[in-house]
């Protein structure tokens, strides 16, 4: 093989690596805070018997059923990743909120209001975003 057909193979697989890497695709990158009572909310999610805390991006993308749980810190700063670190795609969301006590234990302390059929909280993703959860007035800020 000569050199200028290896020079012309590495310049497409470094051009098509370039145009897959960008952040002008279908994704976004979501994090955020949940708040309550205009402080961080937090819960217990080390140690023995940690809480039960998730929070699901729940939506449909061009007719295809999506759920995407957020990695939850615990002050209550979250990211969405999506299945490959990279975002999850583009679209309108419900986010649902459970939390409870050790494997459940206690039941949801928001009394399933976040649940993912009831939620009131909803944001339609378009680009990049850095969200506001208030548990207490139910709503997300950009």
Do not use: W
Request: aromatic share 8%; hydrophobic share 40%.
């Amino acid at each position: 093989m000569s050199v200028s057909v290896i020079r012309q193979s590495l310049g497409l697989v470094a051009t098509a690596v370039l145009l897959g890497c960008s952040g002008g695709g279908d994704t976004v990158r979501v994090s955020g805070q949940l708040m309550k009572d205009g402080k961080p909310y937090s819960a217990n999610l080390s140690g023995k018997e940690p809480e039960t805390f998730v929070v699901d991006f729940v939506g449909i993308v061009k007719e295809r059923a999506y759920r995407f749980a957020a990695t939850i810190d615990a002050n209550g700063s979250f990211r969405v990743g999506g299945t490959d670190g990279r975002g999850i795609p583009r679209g309108q969301y419900k986010i649902a909120v459970i939390h409870s006590g050790f494997q459940g234990a206690g039941g949801d302390r928001f009394n399933a209001r976040f649940a993912e059929e009831k939620t009131p909280l909803s944001v339609d993703l378009t680009q990049n975003a850095r969200l506001t959860i208030d548990l207490g007035a139910g709503t997300v800020a950009q």
